[in-house]
Nanobody, 118 residues
């Protein structure tokens, strides 16, 4: 019904930057919420940032001031600009879309690996 393709991960040194992107296609309805979650080895999946169709954003405390989430509603695409990366940012990052109509349904991308290391 909805497909998400996320990309942009890679290997970067501490202090570096990456830009993740996620394109949604299929039976997308508005309003909806798109966001990014991450899961590090041995850790639970955690919220990184979300953005509503109207542009309201929410960030995890650990990434505030460093990461910026944005979206292009016309293209059904969400981005995550990650600056000042730290080793603790290393994780698989997953794109998420939450449909709110006609019912609450979550869709997930395949995940993209972000590794921050010297």
């Amino acid at each position: 019904q909805v497909q998400l393709v996320d990309s942009g991960g890679g290997l970067v040194q501490p202090g570096g930057f990456l830009r993740l992107s996620c394109a949604a296609s299929g039976n997308i309805f508005s309003p909806n919420i798109m966001g990014w979650y991450r899961q590090a080895p041995g850790k639970e999946r955690e919220l990184v940032a979300t953005i509503t169709s109207g542009g309201s954003t929410n960030y995890a405390d650990s990434v505030k001031g460093r990461f910026t989430i944005s979206r292009d509603n016309a293209k059904n695409t969400v981005f995550l600009q990650m600056n000042s990366l730290k080793p603790e940012d290393t994780a698989v990052y997953y794109c998420n879309l939450k449909k709110t109509w006609p019912r609450l349904v979550d869709y997930w991308g395949q995940g993209t690996q972000v590794t921050v290391s010297s």
